[in-house]
């Protein structure tokens, strides 16, 4: 028999332009699981991680808001669900025993977030380029972790977060094309898709 507090086991849904709609899965785990800690703490605050990619995207908007304003719009809004992400991961590790601090734990050894992991740039080109790989490694290094972690619960949050970095992916490629499409070339290794 199901019980009724059973099913919803979601989060309510993040309305925003820059996420997708589908509902977030509550963090939860089977059990504890250091191994498993490590790993999301990469995603969490490694260097190619939720911390990097909230600052980087947060500078990014600050430098395109006077010039480009829908750009510095999408960053921030981008940003901002990169900090819904942190939120999911820290609420996993602390299920998962560890204490959520701006570390990762690789080879047991405490590296503590730094803010020379961000690309702040110096051009709307190096800016966009650096987002657009910091969405593709996102994407490979939450692969990687969804491959090796066996927790399911754990697993329904990768691919929830997945969907969302592969829509990121998609926003700055888009953007790519509309001011830099020598950039949008590259990236696509077309010739005939400019505006
Ligand atoms: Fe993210
Ligand atoms: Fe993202």
């Not at 908007?61 to 304003?69: A, I, L, R, S, V």
């Not at 901002?80 to 992400?85: A, D, F, K, Q």
Request: hydrophobic share 35%; aromatic share 12%.
């Amino acid at each position: 028999m199901t019980k009724k507090n059973e099913e919803p086991n979601v989060e309510k849904r993040t309305k925003s332009w820059c996420a997708l709609p589908d509902a977030y899965p509550k963090p939860s785990v089977c059990q504890q699981n250091l191994f498993y800690a490590t790993l999301l703490l990469e995603d969490y605050a490694g260097n190619a991680s939720e911390l990097t990619a909230i600052n980087q995207y947060m500078h990014h908007h600050f430098m395109f808001d006077d010039k480009y304003k829908d750009l510095a719009e999408l960053e921030e809004c981008i940003g901002i669900i990169e900090m819904h992400h942190l939120e999911l991961l820290a609420e996993s590790i602390l299920l998962l025993g560890v204490d959520p601090k701006y570390r990762t734990l690789t080879n047991n050894s405490p590296t503590f977030w730094d803010a020379s992991y961000v690309f702040y740039g110096t051009d709307i080109y190096d800016m966009l380029a650096a987002d657009i790989v910091a969405e593709k490694q996102a994407i490979k290094q939450y692969r990687k972790h969804h491959f090796l972690i066996e927790d399911i619960h754990i697993k329904g949050l990768l691919e929830r977060i997945i969907k969302d970095e592969e829509y990121h992916l998609k926003l700055f490629t888009q953007a790519a094309s509309h001011y830099c499409p020598e950039l949008f070339r590259k990236i696509t290794g077309s010739s005939d898709q400019d505006d």
